[in-house]
């Protein structure tokens, strides 16, 4: 599937940050609701989210993703869920995925040397430590079945909502910070088949 890689300004994440750091009555817990082995995952209100203007900001990003991967133009961009990953050493997101119609994750917050801490990657070499990983169909002749994505703060991928995923866990003190949306836009542009 189509990927979508993005950067975003820094002072788009700094007001997210702040609102994470300073306003926790922003949020309400989300982590009963996730895949995640993770202890604080928290959704945003939607006081927050409008006056942090996250659909404001993602829309014209979320257009443009589409416009490249389907070559057609969306009229409507709907947030279904809107939510910060606090992930933690030792702490991971089993394979899972999501619903609507396109997924992203935008990194906030990575600890230093987070990638070359010491959990033992399952490939000799690899440095999966809060890597992003998904796996996709199977392995065969020209056709590679797994991408992995090591996140850095201000990057946002978009994907097809039903493309499963994992987060490796890491050994290092910090915090990755990410947030995770799902949207779903009109049924023109996202039933290509129609």
């Known amino acids: 599937?189509?990927?979508?890689?993005f950067k975003i300004d820094r002072s788009f994440i700094d007001s997210i940050n702040a609102e994470v750091d300073n306003v926790p009555s922003s949020f309400t817990d989300h982590?009963?609701?996730?895949?995640?082995?993770?202890?604080?995952?928290?959704?945003?209100n939607e006081k927050s989210f409008a006056k942090l203007k996250i659909g404001e900001t993602l829309f014209p990003i979320i257009r443009q993703y589409v416009a490249g991967a389907v070559n057609r133009d969306?009229?409507?961009?709907?947030?279904?869920?809107?939510w910060i990953v606090r992930q933690k050493a030792h702490?991971?997101?089993?394979?899972?995925?999501?619903?609507?119609?396109?997924?992203?994750?935008?990194?906030?917050?990575?600890?230093d040397n987070m990638t070359e801490s010491g959990v033992k990657a399952a490939l000799k070499g690899a440095k999966r430590n809060g890597n992003i990983g998904f796996p996709y169909g199977?392995?065969?002749?020209?056709?590679?079945?797994?991408?992995?994505?090591t996140p850095v703060v201000g990057d946002l991928v978009l994907f097809p909502h039903y493309l499963m995923h994992h987060v490796y866990p890491f050994d290092t003190e910090?915090?990755?910070?990410?947030?995770?949306?799902?949207?779903?836009?009109?049924?023109?542009?996202?039933?290509?088949?129609?």
């Open 91 to 111: 702490e991971y997101n089993p394979t899972h995925w999501h619903n609507g119609h396109i997924s992203g994750v935008m990194w906030l917050k990575i600890p």
């Open 1 to 5: 599937p189509i990927f979508g890689k």
């Open 74 to 82: 969306i009229t409507k961009c709907s947030f279904l869920d809107c």
């Open 174 to 194: 910090g915090e990755r910070r990410s947030m995770a949306f799902n949207v779903v836009i009109n049924e023109d542009a996202f039933n290509i088949f129609n």
């Open 138 to 149: 199977s392995r065969q002749f020209a056709s590679s079945s797994y991408l992995e994505i």
């Open 31 to 44: 982590g009963k609701k996730l895949a995640g082995e993770v202890k604080q995952e928290m959704r945003f």
